[in-house]
């Protein structure tokens, strides 16, 4: 089979989509199959996909930034080259112009917070809502990653539910249990913790991360544990000063530290040395953040929206994401309750391996020959 996968709508940094295409090209290598895969990446990106193996083909386009709506203009010439090379299948793994097909198409639609926050702004909300409606009803298949993206684009996008598969994401091997003291000594020398424990949190900073509520509880845990320190690990989003704001307010400068982007190397070691990981996010697609806690053995308490429940199962402590007093109280239950930390640790490990990059590339591939076989009946 041959197969061309468009990723020119890709961050210029391996975080949220760029970790998906990744660990997707890695993984159709070692399933074995026999296809071969043309990829079509910006020159800003080129360098995010480790795609030097003989089955893939890469096709880099001098393209200096990543946003979707460039394609638009790019549409012709992606469409010459899918002419010129016929592939069996083509994939969009993220959200991208699709106005035409040339070949049986396959895209995946990771969620649809332009229906659920601000995110992209009013502008770039409406044209990503435009955008998915479009290229919903075009491609042949949608991929997505959680049940419950899978029923908003049911609901939302009016697409029929036999014509969606969901493929789960998972971890990258790097997010394992390590020597715990070495990885608190590690961030207590690099963050000046002062020997200070320490709790995690891990998202971008904008509002659906909820991070003003979590600040505020931990405002709250203060007043019974003195000693934490909150560490908040992501770049800067969209309307974040209120974040920093709420900080200042309760007077918590010297409490909270914010990391901005981290390496994939460095990360797993700030979940391991942590004593606690709290994923409060109002709206999330999958919530890579609570997988990658429990991985490394961080006692974890997330937000019982959205697909988070999907992925955390009983292995984590869910809340309600709105109500700043119920965090600050089972943040306060897992910190005082050793032999509780001790059995979400547990728990957390046997709730990752439910989920290995490999069966994504396999479930993912699967779609593609599915495709192809109901396309020659």
């Known amino acids: 089979m041959k197969i061309a996968i468009n990723t020119l709508?890709?961050?210029?940094?391996?975080?949220?989509?760029?970790?998906?295409?990744?660990?997707?090209?890695?993984?159709?290598?070692?399933?074995?199959?026999?296809?071969?895969?043309?990829?079509?990446?910006?020159k800003k990106s080129a360098d995010l996909f480790d795609i030097?193996?003989?089955?893939?083909?890469?096709?880099?386009?001098?393209?200096?930034?990543?946003?979707?709506w460039l394609q638009i203009f790019w549409q012709p010439f992606i469409m010459l080259k899918l002419l010129q090379d016929k592939p069996d299948v083509l994939h969009i793994p993220n959200t991208a112009p699709l106005f035409f097909?040339?070949?049986?198409?396959v895209i995946s639609i990771l969620d649809l917070q332009e229906f659920y926050t601000n995110k992209y702004g009013r502008v770039r909300g409406f044209y990503r809502k435009v955008i998915n409606y479009i290229a919903a009803r075009i491609a042949d298949r949608i991929i997505t990653i959680s049940e419950h993206s899978k029923q908003d684009i049911i609901k939302l996008l009016k697409i029929p539910e036999e014509k969606i598969s969901v493929t789960y994401l998972s971890t990258d091997s790097s997010f394992r249990l390590m020597d715990r003291e070495t990885c608190y000594g590690f961030v207590d020398e690099r963050y000046n913790l002062s020997n200070h424990p320490y709790i995690i949190s891990v998202g971008e900073l904008h509002p659906g991360k909820n991070f003003i509520r979590l600040i505020q509880a931990f405002a709250k845990l203060k007043k019974i544990q003195p000693s934490y320190k909150l560490i908040i690990v992501g770049k800067k989003g969209w309307d974040y000063e209120g974040i920093f704001t709420a900080v200042s307010q309760l007077e918590l400068d010297n409490d909270v530290i914010f990391t901005g982007y981290v390496s994939a190397s460095e990360l797993p070691k700030l979940y391991n040395g942590s004593s606690l990981t709290v994923f409060p996010t109002l709206y999330e697609g999958f919530g890579l953040p609570a997988l990658e806690a429990m991985a490394c053995g961080s006692p974890l308490i997330a937000a019982n929206t959205s697909s988070i429940p999907e992925v955390v199962g009983?292995?984590?402590?869910?809340?309600?994401?709105?109500?700043?007093?119920?965090?600050?109280?089972k943040m306060n239950l897992v910190l005082s309750d050793s032999k509780l930390g001790m059995g979400l640790i547990t728990k957390g490990h046997e709730q990752v391996a439910k989920f290995s990059w490999d069966k994504t590339a396999r479930d993912t591939f699967s779609v593609y020959e599915d495709l192809l076989v109901y396309r020659k009946k």
Do not use: R, W
Request: proline residues 7%; positive net charge.
């Open 9 to 42: 709508v890709t961050p210029s940094k391996k975080i949220g989509v760029g970790i998906y295409i990744d660990n997707l090209l890695k993984y159709f290598h070692k399933i074995g199959n026999q296809s071969t895969y043309q990829v079509l990446v910006a």
């Open 52 to 68: 030097n193996a003989s089955h893939l083909k890469k096709l880099i386009l001098p393209l200096k930034a990543h946003p979707s």
């Open 101 to 105: 097909k040339i070949c049986p198409t």
């Open 314 to 329: 009983e292995a984590g402590i869910l809340v309600d994401p709105y109500d700043v007093d119920m965090m600050a109280e």
